[in-house]
T-cell receptor, first 111, second 113 residues
Framework: QKEVEQNSGPLSVPEGAIASLNCTYS??????FFWYRQYSGKSPELIMS????GDKEDGRFTAQLNKASQYVSLLIRDSQPSDSATYLC???????????FGSGTRLLVRP | DVKVTQSSRYLVKRTGEKVFLECVQD?????MFWYRQDPGLGLRLIYF???????EKGDIPEGYSVSREKKERFSLILESASTNQTSMYLC????????????FGPGTRLLVL
């Protein structure tokens, strides 16, 4: 069983819609949660981090964490074609600084 | 501004060659990491280092070694390159402490023929 799971997609949404990306993790001791965006041929860049249950908003992005259900999600409001990329969920286990990555969800925003 | 650089963006090597991939960060970060990324498999940790001359194996260390002689530089070595090591290699760094953001370099796309 993979430690961090994501649907590979592609998730296709029309421009202006809300894109919802989901991630589940297996280790209940996980403490820190990250969403990275990766454009084709580029390296990952951090867009959100979340450490406690609930929602965290940053501009058009909202990260949601539910530790009891062991999932973390990313909502992108007013999706733009420039949001088309692969979104990687990453988790640190316990107090380690090692990140465990999911395999990513490819998002396609249609103009 | 945070900066992680890698020595090459693209590299083509022959089977059996010794390959050096270099990573340099200018943020005075203690922790440095080497990942490889393959389609459908995500990022997998090869090795990491939390201090000069310190190293720990990640999830897939076989066929690789690392060197960290200076705090800012972390090298990945393929002792004898094989075709199954064709991949995108990503270096990252983070300051000391758990749960910190990892900053990635631009990546090196390695092709082993």
């Amino acid at each position: 069983q993979k430690e961090v799971e994501q649907n590979s997609g592609p998730l296709s949404v029309p421009e202006g819609a809300i894109a919802s990306l989901n991630c589940t993790y297996s280790d209940r001791g996980s403490q820190s949660f990250f969403w990275y965006r990766q454009y084709s041929g580029k390296s990952p860049e951090l867009i959100m981090s979340i450490y406690s249950n609930g929602d965290k908003e940053d501009g058009r992005f909202t990260a949601q964490l539910n530790k009891a259900s062991q999932y973390v999600s990313l909502l992108i409001r007013d999706s733009q074609p420039s949001d088309s990329a692969t979104y990687l969920c990453a988790v640190t286990m316990d107090s380690s600084y090692k990140l465990i990555f999911g395999s990513g969800t490819r998002l396609l925003v249609r103009p | 501004d945070v900066k992680v650089t890698q020595s090459s963006r693209y590299l083509v090597k022959r089977t059996g060659e010794k390959v050096f991939l270099e990573c340099v960060q200018d943020m005075d970060h203690e922790n440095m990491f080497w990942y490889r990324q393959d389609p459908g498999l995500g990022l997998r940790l090869i090795y990491f280092s939390y201090d000069v001359k310190m190293k720990e194996k990640g999830d897939i260390p076989e066929g690789y070694s690392v060197s960290r002689e200076k705090k800012e530089r972390f090298s990945l070595i393929l002792e004898s390159a094989s075709t199954n090591q064709t991949s995108m290699y990503l270096c990252a760094s983070t300051p000391i402490g758990g749960g910190e953001t990892q900053y990635f370099g631009p990546g090196t796309r390695l092709l082993v023929l």
